[in-house]
């Protein structure tokens, strides 16, 4: 069972962080993309299932960017099909997190959880942790 990363975002977000991702980690054969709406007549549905069919066979995690917005919610239908996890939010450290460790985790939803964690160190105001850190100098 081959393990398969989909990244889905509204436009190209998915594609350009797939770039610098890329560009980070190098590239990987098992990292597709799904940018949605690009077209006039786009059908997210059709696209979501042909994805999902061709999948059938291994692990799946998709990363969408909006949890609640239209892409994650087409994924959502499928949220009880086996060996396939679904999360959002999508950033290029939590992406990071998890590709560094796609291939040997012994478990994806404990992968999913464990970047999550880690990748929300990453979200910082600056401004507010270098006054922090600088405070904690001079004390």
């Known amino acids: 069972m081959e393990r398969i990363l989909v990244?889905?975002?509204h436009g190209e977000f998915a594609s350009g962080i797939l770039s610098s991702l890329e560009l980070i980690c190098g590239k990987k054969n098992n990292i597709v993309?799904?940018?949605?709406y690009l077209t006039a007549n786009y059908d997210l549905a059709t696209e979501v299932e042909k994805l999902m069919k061709e999948n059938q066979s291994n692990e799946l995690i998709v990363i969408t960017d909006i949890?609640?917005?239209?892409?994650n919610n087409e994924f959502l239908?499928?949220?009880h099909t086996?060996?396939?996890y679904l999360a959002s939010g999508m950033n290029l450290p939590w992406l990071i997190e998890i590709v560094t460790h796609f291939a040997t985790a012994e478990s994806i939803p404990q992968l999913i959880k464990s970047s999550l964690?880690?990748?929300k160190e990453m979200l910082q105001f600056c401004n507010e942790t270098i006054q922090v850190e600088k405070e904690e100098e001079d004390f």
């Open 7 to 9: 990244l889905a975002s």
């Open 33 to 36: 993309t799904l940018n949605a």
């Open 67 to 71: 949890f609640g917005g239209s892409v």
């Open 77 to 79: 239908k499928y949220i």
């Open 82 to 84: 086996p060996n396939f």
């Open 117 to 119: 964690s880690n990748s």
